[in-house]
Nanobody
Framework: QVQLVESGGGLVQAGGSLRISCVAS????????MAWFRQAPGKEREFVAR????????YYADSVKGRFTISRDNAKNTVYLQMNSLRPEDTAVYFC??????????????WGQGTQVTVSS
């Protein structure tokens, strides 16, 4: 089992920045591809970004490309999402998820409880 705990959400004005974090425990962190998803009220959960086990390869949804940066620190068992130039439409609950490496497409078996990000206009 992998336990994931997000933190760092909050209220920010449009154009501002926020960094959210997700700490993993329970299994070897570097064995997992990590991703961020989000879910806005009344909408389905959507993919935001993912990072490979090494941190060397990342992939983003078009809606956040150029504004968000995903990174990880395997020594700290932590994945980050730096969010810049935030927009009201970025308002959502953000979830981190883990997929065991070696499976493709990724199968996200582990999820955190989410952290709320609210962007005011």
């Amino acid at each position: 089992q992998v336990q994931l705990v997000e933190s760092g959400g909050g209220l920010v004005q449009a154009g501002g920045s926020l960094r959210i974090s997700c700490v993993a425990s329970g299994r070897t962190f570097s064995n997992y591809l990590m991703a961020w998803f989000r879910q806005a009220p009344g909408k389905e959960r959507e993919f935001v970004a993912r990072v490979t086990w090494s941190g060397l390869s990342t992939y983003y949804a078009d809606s956040v490309k150029g504004r968000f940066t995903i990174s990880r620190d395997n020594a700290k068992n932590t994945v980050y999402l730096q969010m810049n130039s935030l927009r009201p439409e970025d308002t959502a609950v953000y979830f981190c998820a883990a997929a065991y490496v070696g499976t493709w497409p990724p199968k996200y078996d582990y999820w955190g409880q989410g952290t709320q990000v609210t962007v005011s206009s």
